[in-house]
């Protein structure tokens, strides 16, 4: 499954492909516009991308856990060199161990937060004039289809391609999104 971005100016432009990319087999939950107005995109029953997704907050935690992981085990290595554990315990170790990938993890997510999402960076100029950005997941099968919705609107401009959200993420953005509409 595959990404495929396009910007346009117009919500309304958006919203009839996107009914129209619907009709053509393409489920509702693969469709995304990232705006900088969100209300109205929430006003137009559109999927929009999460706020926590827009962010690279995830990717950095990732990332700290990763560095942190390292430390950890590097503070249990020189521990166990410096003999200490056998003449105490090793409770101390452990517990800082923990508490350095913990610091890590936490570091790394503070400064995801500050960050747009890697992939969304190379459109936030685009975002900042007023544009939207159309996110399209499709499976193989469905690319003749988007590319034939596409074709009939002149003012979409094709952005790029990406790797599509994992399917386990995917999944629980589907459930979200059914239980936003339908409610309780």
């Known amino acids: ?46 999927n929009y991308v999460w706020s926590i997704l827009k962010k690279d907050t995830v990717r950095s935690a990732v990332i700290g856990s990763l560095i ?5 085990w590097a503070v249990l290595v020189a521990a166990w060199v410096s003999g200490l554990p056998t003449t105490y315990t090793w409770v101390p170790f452990i517990f800082l161990a923990v508490v350095v990938l913990g610091f890590c993890t936490w570091e790394g997510g503070l400064w995801g937060i500050q ?6 960076k190379r459109f936030q100029g685009e975002l ?11 499976e193989n099968q469905d690319s003749q289809a988007l590319r034939m919705v596409t074709a009939s609107h002149p003012k979409l401009e094709k952005a790029g391609e990406g790797r599509a959200m994992p399917k386990l993420l995917r999944m629980v953005h589907i459930l979200f999104n059914r239980y936003r509409r339908w409610g309780p």
């Open 1 to 46: 499954m595959r990404r495929y971005y396009y910007l346009d100016d117009e919500l309304d432009d958006l919203e009839r492909i996107s009914q129209e990319l619907q009709s053509a087999g393409i489920p509702e939950e693969q469709i995304y516009v990232l705006t900088q107005s969100d209300d109205e995109v929430d006003r137009r029953n559109f």
């Open 128 to 138: 900042a004039k007023g544009r939207h950005l159309l996110l399209v997941e499709a």
């Open 68 to 72: 942190g992981f390292a430390l950890a």
């Open 115 to 120: 960050q747009p999402h890697h992939e969304f």
